[in-house]
C-alpha cells in the first residue's frame, strides 16, 4: 500500500489524485497559496520603483529651486553691472553737474577744452579744484543731449567757487538772443558757513543750448581780471518761489537738495504754510535726534503718470553729490498713494568712490508707507513728524518717515546717491537727506 499524501503547508491529508495546488484548506485550483509569502513577492519591485520616482521628483525640484536662486542672484548682479557701465541717461534727471578736481566727476555736464580756457589744477582750504587764470579766459560747457529733451528754456547756473580780485562772476550762454547771451539775472550770490567758498546762480529765461559757442560748448563761465576757483557747476530746471532758500549757515552734512526738488512742502504742512517749516523741522529734530534741510521734496514717477511729460514726474534723479565718508545716511522720505505689503516702491542706489554700489531698497510697509491714510507700523523707519496738512481725498492728517542707511564701508567715500522710482502704484517722495559722519 501507498504512503497517505499530506500538503506540505498545512499537513492537511490529500486523496489520491490530489496535489498541493487542490488542497481543500490552503489553496484553490489554479490560485497561489494564500498561507504562503509568494504572492507579496512581485510588490517589492513596485514599491522600490515608486519610491524611486519620489526620491527623484524631489531632487530635481530641490534642483530647480537652486538653480532658479542661482539664476536670481546672477540677474541682481548683472543689473548691478549695468548699472555700473551702462552710460547714464539724463532724459528724467533734473539736474547736470560737474565737480572738479585731479580727475573732474561729470554728471550730465562735461567741460569743453578750448583756446581760451586757461586752467590748471591747485589745491586750496585742502580741496583740489581747478584755477583759471586772469584775463580773457573761460570755462566752458556742454550739456548731455538726453537732459535737453524735457529741458526748456528757463534754467538756474549754480557755480561754487572763489575770486581774485573785484570783478564779479559772470555766464555767457547760448540764447534767443546768440550764442553768447549774457545772464544778467543773478538768483543768489552768498558766503558758504565756515568756508571761503561762495555761490551763485545766474537765472538764463531764454537758453536754448544748441552747442553753437567754441567746440560745441552750450555756455561759458567768466571772471576776466586776476582768475578764479571753481569747485562745482551745476544746471538745473529753474524752480521758482515754491521752494525757500537754503540758510547759508546749515551744515554741509545736511545735503543740500535745492536744485533737484521738484514740489513744495505744501501739502505736508499745517494749513499748506510752508512758512510753518522751521517748527516742523525743530520737532522732527526732537524726535529723531537727526537735523535735516527739508524745504521742498523730489516725486517720482508712479504707474499711471506719462513718463517725460512736460512739469511730470520724473522716473529717476541722479548724481546728488555727497563727496564725503559716512558712517550713516538719514533719509527723510514718503510716498503718494499706497502699495501692497513687502513691495519694492524705488531704490536709494549709492556709489562709492572705490567704484562699488551699494542698493538701499524703499519697501513698502519697510520703510515706506504713504503719507496719508495709511497710518500703520513701519518696523524699519521711525515716524519722524506727523500732522495736519492740506486736506486731500485722503485726509489731512500727514506723516514723514526717517530710514537710515548703514555704512558697510565707513572708511570709503560716498561720492553720490541715484534716487530711482521702480514705477509701481506708490511714488517715493524724497525729503532730505543727512550724512552722519
Aim: hydrophobic share 30%.
Amino acid at each position: 500500500m501507498s504512503e497517505p499524501i499530506h500538503c506540505p503547508d498545512c499537513d492537511a491529508a490529500l486523496t489520491l489524485g490530489q496535489s498541493q495546488s487542490l488542497c481543500p484548506r490552503c489553496a484553490l485550483k489554479g490560485a497561489p497559496d494564500l498561507k504562503t509569502t509568494d504572492h507579496r513577492r512581485p510588490l517589492k519591485p513596485v514599491i522600490a520603483t515608486l519610491t524611486a520616482i519620489v526620491v527623484l521628483v524631489t531632487s530635481v525640484g530641490l534642483l530647480g529651486l537652486v538653480i532658479a536662486k542661482k539664476n536670481d542672484s546672477r540677474a541682481k548682479q548683472t543689473d548691478k553691472n549695468r548699472r555700473k557701465n551702462e552710460p547714464p541717461n539724463y532724459q528724467h534727471a533734473t539736474q547736470v553737474s560737474v565737480e572738479f578736481g585731479a580727475t573732474n566727476r561729470e554728471s550730465g555736464l562735461y567741460v569743453v577744452e578750448v583756446g581760451d580756457s586757461k586752467h590748471t589744477v591747485a589745491d586750496i582750504d585742502g580741496e583740489t579744484v581747478w584755477f583759471f587764470r586772469g584775463g580773457w579766459n573761460y570755462t566752458y560747457f556742454s550739456i548731455e543731449p538726453s537732459f535737453k529733451e524735457n529741458l526748456g528754456t528757463d534754467v538756474v547756473i549754480r557755480a561754487e567757487y572763489q575770486i581774485l580780485g573785484r570783478n564779479p562772476m559772470g555766464v555767457h550762454y547760448d540764447g534767443s538772443r546768440g550764442p553768447y547771451s549774457s545772464a544778467v539775472d543773478v538768483q543768489r550770490d552768498y558766503k558758504e558757513p565756515n568756508s571761503n567758498w561762495r555761490v551763485i546762480e545766474f537765472r538764463a529765461r531764454d537758453a536754448r543750448f544748441w552747442n553753437s559757442q567754441n567746440r560745441g560748448a552750450d555756455f561759458r563761465i567768466h571772471d576776466n581780471e586776476k582768475g578764479f576757483y571753481l569747485k562745482r557747476v551745476s544746471l538745473t530746471r529753474y524752480q521758482g518761489r515754491r521752494i525757500p532758500p537754503r540758510d547759508p549757515s546749515t551744515s554741509s552734512n545736511l545735503v543740500d537738495l535745492t536744485s533737484f526738488y521738484n514740489a513744495s512742502l505744501r501739502l505736508y504742512m499745517p494749513g499748506g504754510d510752508v512758512d510753518s517749516l522751521s517748527n516742523v523741522i525743530r520737532e522732527i529734530r526732537t524726535t529723531t535726534g537727526v537735523h535735516f534741510d527739508a524745504r521742498g521734496y523730489i516725486g517720482l514717477l508712479r504707474r499711471g503718470e506719462e513718463s517725460g511729460k512736460t512739469n511730470g514726474s520724473p522716473e529717476a534723479v541722479t548724481g546728488i553729490p555727497i563727496g564725503r565718508r559716512v558712517t550713516r545716511l538719514h533719509f527723510l522720505h514718503s510716498a503718494s498713494y499706497g502699495e501692497s505689503e513687502d513691495r519694492q516702491v524705488g531704490s536709494y542706489i549709492i556709489h562709492m568712490s572705490d567704484g562699488s554700489i551699494e542698493d538701499f531698497p524703499i519697501v513698502y510697509g519697510r520703510n515706506v508707507r504713504s503719507e496719508r491714510g495709511d497710518y500703520r507700523k513701519i518696523p524699519e523707519a521711525e515716524v519722524a513728524w506727523e500732522g495736519e496738512g492740506i486736506r486731500t481725498g485722503a485726509g489731512r492728517r500727514v506723516r514723514m518717515l526717517k530710514a537710515t542707511w548703514d555704512n558697510p564701508t565707513p572708511t570709503v567715500e560716498v561720492s553720490r546717491i541715484d534716487f530711482i522710482s521702480e514705477v509701481s502704484r506708490s511714488a517715493p517722495h524724497l525729503l532730505a537727506i543727512t550724512a552722519e559722519p
